[in-house]
């Protein structure tokens, strides 16, 4: 028996109270589609600024005359160049642990890749090798039935929270793709807001992110750790160049991926948001350099001396109190 598929549900979305939904004044596209009319998976060239539907998640990835905010965040540390050119020369496959997060996804914003639940509890058979591998192969993502059941549970959670449940029942579009070039480096840029509301005097940009904790401190850590606050400043600037809008607004949405699947929603403090555009803007100039001169340099940079290194700030000062005179 092969994989089941799951039909998505379309749930009626009524307006965010006492908000009234506006075209936001941006130049639209539609995606290219090809005989069948499905959209066009490879890479497009779509002339800048622009706000694309209908892109496909594959096409959006591969395209290579821009970069996304996942691109900028490698680029520095904890990332390098070198790091970023070889990933993006070298896509990883798909990998189990980020199947559930896209289901969720799914789920969450009716939109995004087939769900197919492989049958057994057991997938290191042959039989459920092969048919995981044709899940795959046609771009679905396969799920165990615990594993559906649990995402279905994660929907229903999120559409209950009291922030989260509005904002995404909302005139919202799932997974617009808006381009942009930054006029400080010539640097071509593109994001793709998850939930994106657009009305008279504001435009709200959700993102919706699974996790382990949606503990606000653990949070709080997931911000640094990833380096949201430079997608949250990219995603604002991007929308306000493609756009014109007056007024833009950046969500998160986190939500644990243990039950019962607590939600914390929150806007990014101003001062974290400032360091991420800056941070945004060191790496636009670093990419630039990069491109301009075919050079991708690792965390040492280019010399021929043994630099030192250190332990943490905080264990050095720790340690010598401890133990030096």
Known sequence: ??????????????????????????????????????????????????????????????????????????????GCPAQFKWDRDHPAPPKKTFDLGHAAHTLALGDGPELAVVEGARWDTKAAKEEVAEVRARGAVPLKQAEMDQVRTMADALREDPLAGPLLAGPGIAERSIFWTDPATGIRCRVRPDWLLTYPDLTLCVDYKTCVSAEPEAVSRAIRDHAYHQQDALYIDGITAATSADSVRFVFIFQSKTAPYLVTVRELAQ???????????????????????????????????????????????????EYLP
């Open 1 to 78: 028996m092969g994989p089941r598929r799951l039909r998505r549900r379309h749930h009626p979305r009524p307006l965010l109270r006492g908000l009234r939904r506006g075209d936001g004044g941006a130049r639209r596209a539609r995606a290219p589609r090809d005989g069948r009319g499905a959209a066009v998976t490879a890479a497009v060239e779509v002339e800048v600024p622009a706000v694309v539907d209908g892109l496909s998640a594959e096409a959006y990835h591969a395209d290579r005359s821009s970069i996304s905010s996942s691109g900028l965040r490698q680029l520095l540390k904890p």
């Open 271 to 321: 001062h974290d948001r400032d360091i991420g555009r800056a941070r945004n803007e060191h790496a636009l100039r670093l990419y630039a350099d990069c491109l301009a001169t075919d050079t991708w340099p690792t965390w040492t940079g280019p010399t021929t001396d043994i630099p030192q290194i250190s332990m943490p700030s905080w264990d050095v000062i720790r340690q010598t109190e």
